[in-house]
């Protein structure tokens, strides 16, 4: 077993006690990345990341100093490529770095690689992304799909590649791949973590998220990238936090919620039966856990109000690919005809039908019917949360319906008829909740996970009790045993 396949935690020991270096890791990492047969990477950082890993001689007690890791594509990193997986910023070398890159750095981490997602991150599958599908690292069959739009920062740890990676989360970009890949996907409070240098899809959705391997290294991780920026107007101006601190004091005073309409509509027998077993373990713990109910007709409205929301803000803050500001310089003889070469050769079907749709219900003859509806929704949805949340600390919840999905069953179009399950976790975006998926168990060789969302800025008490569930389950540490491995693990 290499470094690479142990926790943030493991890792840093071996540095600090000289075991291994940071440039024997990054260049185990730079190996495994070369032989990815999974289609994470978008640009593999070997010149950038072995200068920073020579740099590294004496070890600190920062938990990230030496350690590679990789970022999702639509991260701002200076100098380096960064194509958020679309032919319209094929060539863009931004001039700065986003500010969680930038902390990162200065703790003392190496990237590595910048991962493939579904374009601009609009997808759920990681199939839409100009370099094409990225697969599920349990299955070298190339059968399932790892999800989107995270996918290749989830695909690369689950690998081994690296023992955390850096993602965003609009609905459940970060969430639900985890599951499929049995890592730890976190998605904080909205503002916690400042989104300055994170390419926008949908600002009032969007969080800057991650995968780990361990419910304390994904605290770290918070503890690190958390603070306000004042960069950044959005993020929050509370007090730091260590979220380690108390992790393993177990709280079984805290009340959980099992919704029971969405529960209903897990359809693997197993999946529900490993369910029930942690169910029945946190009550002999003392933990009380209900199954409860919910309106069905906000359950069914979260769907069709994200799509319009998303879609509405993601064509307002991608008016900039143009082909003038940003983007591929067509010819012709008025800026519109340029602007629309650009466009219809920059984007693929998905990302077009995307704009039509935000075009179309921001069209002032279809805001009220549209936007405002929508908007009215949202509250609606966040206000039932936050009533069920004065109640309960958490909300629990398997992550899906199934293990992973094939890719003869993905699918990126608008769906009429849906599963309530398939797109509930778009409530934590909604409201801004912290929200974790880790873990549960596996299904035909195939991980899946759960799902745990609290009440805004009580990411401690939830990272708490994930590390209580975490216990149970014994599912830490997770790398996929069949994944391909580089020459330093030979």
């Not at 540095?15 to 940071?22: D, F």
């Not at 260049?27 to 640009?43: Q, T, V, W």
């Not at 199939?127 to 690292?137: A, L, R």
């Amino acid at each position: 077993m290499s470094y690479l396949d142990l926790t943030l935690q493991e890792i840093h020991i071996a540095l600090v006690n000289k075991e291994v270096t940071p440039l024997q890791l990054v260049k185990a990492a730079i190996s495994r990345a070369k032989s990815d047969k999974n289609n994470c990477f978008e640009y593999i950082c070997e010149k950038e990341a072995i200068e920073k890993a020579t740099s590294l001689v004496e070890p600190t007690n920062n938990l990230f100093w030496g350690i590679p890791y990789v970022a999702k594509d639509n991260f701002s990193t200076k100098n380096i490529p960064t194509t958020a997986s679309s032919d319209i910023l094929n060539g863009y070398i931004p001039l700065f770095d986003a500010t969680v890159i930038k902390k990162l750095d200065e703790a003392g981490a190496i990237l590595i690689g910048k991962t493939t997602l579904d374009e601009l991150a609009m997808g759920g599958t990681g199939t839409s992304g100009h370099k094409g599908i990225t697969y599920n690292p349990y299955d070298l069959n190339k059968k399932h799909l790892t999800g989107g739009s995270s996918c290749g920062s989830a695909s690369a740890v689950a690998a081994g590649i690296v023992p955390f990676s850096l993602g965003s989360d609009t609905g459940d970009s970060v969430r639900k791949p985890a599951s499929n890949v049995g890592l730890v996907g976190y998605k904080p409070t909205w503002g916690l973590i400042s989104r300055y240098g994170l390419f926008p899809f949908a600002p009032s959705l969007d969080h800057v998220g991650y995968f780990t391997r361990s419910v304390y290294d994904s605290a770290a991780l918070l503890t690190l990238l958390s603070g306000h920026d004042d960069n950044d107007m959005t993020s929050s101006l509370k007090e730091k936090v260590d979220y380690c601190n108390d992790i393993n004091v177990e709280n079984a005073n805290f009340k959980i919620a099992v919704i029971n309409p969405i529960f209903k509509e897990v359809e693997n027998v197993l999946i529900r039966h490993s369910f029930g077993i942690l169910v029945e373990k946190l009550q002999k713990k003392g933990f009380k856990v209900d199954y409860v109910d919910f309106d069905i007709n906000l359950l069914k409205a979260i769907y069709p109000t994200y799509i319009i929301l998303s879609c509405a803000e993601a064509t307002s803050n991608n008016a900039n690919l143009d082909g003038i500001k940003f983007g591929p310089r067509y010819e012709g003889n008025t800026y519109q005809e340029v602007m629309v070469k650009a466009r219809t050769n920059g984007f693929s079907e998905l990302i077009k039908r995307r704009f039509v749709i935000g075009s179309y219900a921001l069209m002032k003859d279809n805001q009220k019917e549209l936007f405002l509806r929508a908007k009215k929704a949202r509250r609606l949805i966040v206000d039932a949360f936050n009533k069920l949340f004065e109640t309960y600390d958490f909300i629990m919840l398997p992550a899906s319906k199934n293990t992973a999905p094939t890719i003869e069953n993905a699918s990126e179009a608008i769906r009429k008829k849906y599963d309530i399950i398939d797109d509930y976790l778009a409530y934590g975006n909604f409201g801004g909740y912290p929200s974790i998926t880790m873990p549960l168990s596996m299904s035909n060789n195939l991980p899946y996970g759960i799902n745990i969302s609290s009440k805004p800025f009580n990411d401690k008490n939830l990272f708490n009790f994930a590390n209580s569930i975490e216990k149970i389950t014994g599912l830490r540490n997770l790398v996929a045993p069949l994944a391909e491995k580089g020459e330093e693990d030979e």
